[in-house]
């Protein structure tokens, strides 16, 4: 065979393998996304529009970045239409269109978080121009997500409350609820604002149900679910007042979405209430108290003297009649009358 002729046969076969690029699959704004980024757009298609002379179906997978992870199928297009799986809208928009030359699959993420970082594959499934075979042919890319907030401490409606406001919010949850997998525990705890004061747990939510600690009901009202995409711990204080104000801290446990492993994320802020009056209001006695006679015992620890104004000095009525009976009593003598 002439030599020419063989190198004509090699062109030509290099050519048609280069041509029939696999497919494509093109991300934007960016494989690298901050947190914060409003949209990613996945777009499927062969390589070109042009590799395929009939478009059977195509695919987009998602395999999450934890090690030994299982590619799972989250949109297909083929001739009745599409099929999402696992990726509901609003968040998720997906379309598509068979017809050649401009066949495509897409999916348009809003607001992508945590949970959206992963390797996306693109897969066509069609006639190749070059040959009577239907192959699928495929293509790879990862999406990063970078500066993904840990925990979320949500409080409304301000961190720095006037006194007298009807109630305060304190909302802890994952960022997004797209950093887990799974979720263990939520946790908030207070810190006062006292220099060296320590950092107690007021409320856990774990798989048996929510523990609170020292804050009772009605004026605290706690409640949440560990159950993703929406887990969440809240409490919700009523009449907030100087003894709320503090550093709260939110603090979430499960299984990381990007790792196989179980850590802690959290989230800190500091709770003011203005205008406190502590030394007048604080100390008005409740309703009843003036006519309550144990209220002071309730108050005074046994034994202590108890030093009283004069109202408190008057006589019961028939103590002046009755004052020769009481033989414990004291009575003037006549040079003191006198």
Do not use: W
């Not at 062109?11 to 704004?29: M, R, S």
């Amino acid at each position: 065979m002439d030599g020419k002729y063989i190198l004509l046969l090699v062109l030509i076969y290099t050519a048609v393998i280069q041509d029939a690029k696999a497919a494509k699959l093109t991300i934007t704004p960016s494989q690298n996304l901050h947190a914060g980024a409003t949209s990613l757009t996945l777009r499927c298609s062969p390589y070109s529009n042009s590799v395929y002379t009939k478009l059977i179906t195509m695919e987009i997978s998602k395999r999450t970045l934890v090690q030994n992870s299982l590619s799972m199928s989250i949109a297909i297009l083929d001739p009745i239409g599409v099929n999402r799986i696992g990726i509901p809208p609003p968040k998720y928009r997906v379309s598509g269109s068979l017809a050649l030359p401009q066949g495509f699959l897409q999916i348009v993420i809003d607001h992508p978080d945590g949970h959206d970082a992963a390797e996306y594959q693109c897969l066509t499934f069609g006639k190749l121009a070059t040959t009577s075979s239907s192959v699928f042919l495929k293509d790879s890319k990862n999406v990063t997500i970078n500066n993904v907030k840990a925990a979320k401490l949500t409080i409304t409606p301000s961190q720095n409350l006037q006194a007298g406001a009807a109630s305060l919010t304190l909302r802890c949850s994952p960022d997004s609820n797209s950093v887990y997998t799974k979720l263990h525990t939520i946790e908030i705890t207070k810190r006062t604002l006292v220099q060296n004061s320590l950092s107690m747990s007021i409320a856990i939510l774990d798989p048996i149900g929510v523990n609170r600690i020292g804050i009772p009901p009605p004026k605290y009202a706690v409640t949440g679910s560990l159950a993703l995409p929406q887990g969440f711990l809240q409490i919700v204080i009523h009449h907030p007042d100087g003894h709320d104000a503090a550093e709260y801290q939110c603090l979430t446990f499960g299984k990381l979405a990007t790792t196989s492993s179980s850590v802690f994320l959290k989230d800190s802020k500091n709770v003011t209430i203005n205008n406190v009056i502590s030394d007048g209001e604080d100390q008005v006695p409740p309703p009843g108290a003036d006519n309550d006679p144990s209220n002071i015992e309730n108050q005074v620890p046994s034994g202590a003297d108890v030093i009283s104004d004069g109202e408190d000095q008057v006589p019961p009525p028939g103590a002046a009649e009755n004052a020769d009976e009481n033989t414990d009593g004291y009575l003037p003598t006549q040079n003191e009358l006198s």
